[in-house]
């Protein structure tokens, strides 16, 4: 168990150029979900994964936003035609649900975008 | 919509002593989860800490205890014997009851001294 992986870490890109994220969870976990976290404030929910299936979006993720998890294992998070308010740090969290209630979230290092 | 406010940007303590980090939770429902994050610089987001809103006994982790006042809608966190490697943000979390949603404070910055 090598945890949350998230590549690249770093990533400067001019405006309007398109970016991709990788996220690679903890391989026994079923879930896996982007948080997006700006300078000076606590991390904001974008969408999650259960196995394959995208289950939920937040009106955060606009349509220049798109994520994927095909085969139910890693993740990406692609952002296109990029804007200076997409700087950020884009952190992955996966978990394993069975049951109900909350589940505990396990977090990646995190991939900083700076768009110039 | 549930909003996470926490009301201490930035806090301080002195090695051994204990300290205590703020948050306040607006909701409507009355069967959700409360937790505190720590992320230390430059490192991945932990957990420290989770209460679930159905039990009345604070939860507590070793060194870490919450002060969970349901009725007020309040959930501190109390760090005893604080150490160096206690340096970090830290953030309260609501877990949204109907979503996988958490929704985060903006977190408060605790240094230690030694």
């Known amino acids: 168990d090598t945890g949350v992986s998230q590549n690249p870490r770093h990533k400067i890109t001019k405006r309007g150029q398109n970016v991709t994220f990788r996220c690679d969870p903890i391989?026994?976990?079923?879930?896996l979900y982007w948080y997006r976290q700006t300078l000076g404030q606590g991390p904001e929910f974008l969408t999650y994964f259960q196995n394959e299936a995208q289950l939920e979006k937040s009106r955060l993720l606009s349509d220049r936003f798109s994520a994927e998890r095909p085969k139910g294992s890693f993740s990406t998070l692609e952002i296109q035609r990029t804007e200076q308010g997409d700087s950020a740090m884009y952190l992955c969290?996966?978990?394993?649900?069975?049951?109900?209630?909350?589940?505990?979230?396990?977090f990646g290092a995190g991939s900083r975008l700076t768009v110039l | 919509a549930q909003t996470v406010t926490q009301s201490q940007p930035e806090m301080s303590v002195q090695e051994a002593e204990t300290v205590t980090l703020s948050c306040t939770y607006d909701t409507s429902e009355s069967d959700y989860y409360l937790f505190w994050y720590k992320q230390p610089p430059s490192r991945q987001m932990i957990l420290v800490i989770r209460?679930?809103?159905?039990?009345?006994q604070n939860a507590t982790e070793n060194r870490f205890s919450v002060n969970f006042q349901k009725a007020a809608k309040s959930f501190s966190l109390k760090i005893s014997d604080s150490q160096l490697g206690d340096a970090a943000m830290y953030f309260c979390a609501y877990h949204e009851g109907g979503s996988e949603k958490l929704v985060f404070g903006k977190g408060t910055k605790l240094t230690v001294n030694p």
């Open positions: 209460q679930e809103a159905y039990k009345q």
């Open positions: 969290a996966s978990s394993w649900q069975g049951g109900s209630g909350a589940n505990v979230l396990t």
């Open positions: 391989s026994e976990h079923n879930r």
